[in-house]
């Protein structure tokens, strides 16, 4: 079990910025694939962004927003720059042996951008 506490949603206003954070326990993160998930109202889950050696990002929010690790805290994060109101949503942390990463999930944290 890798227990996933994600922090740092919130509401922001179009064309502002948030950086979520994500710690994990149990096993270190460096072993594993991290990344984030989204799911918005009335829609399936969906992949946003994940790190091992090399990081990999949707097309939607490539060039917007940045995923990075520090494993000496075994966390993640990702900075959100210029959002949009189309990432509103719940966004969750995972991770797992394979990309991407499934294995293990946080609870969410809320991310809403008004417009």
């Known amino acids: 079990q890798v227990p996933l506490v994600e922090s740092g949603g919130g509401l922001v206003q179009a064309g502002g910025s948030l950086r979520l954070s994500c710690a994990a326990s149990g096993r270190t993160s460096s072993d594993y694939y991290m990344g984030w998930f989204r799911r918005a109202p009335g829609k399936e889950r969906e992949f946003v962004a994940a790190?091992?050696?090399?990081?990999y990002y949707a097309s939607s929010v490539e060039g917007r927003f940045t995923i990075s690790r520090d494993n000496t805290k075994n966390t993640v994060y990702l900075q959100m720059n210029i959002l949009k109101p189309e990432d509103t949503a719940v966004y969750y942390c995972?991770?797992?042996?394979?990309?991407?990463?499934?294995?293990?999930w946080g609870q969410g944290t809320q991310v809403t951008v008004s417009s």
């Open positions: 995972a991770s797992g042996s394979t990309y991407p990463p499934r294995e293990y």
């Open positions: 790190i091992r050696l090399n990081k």
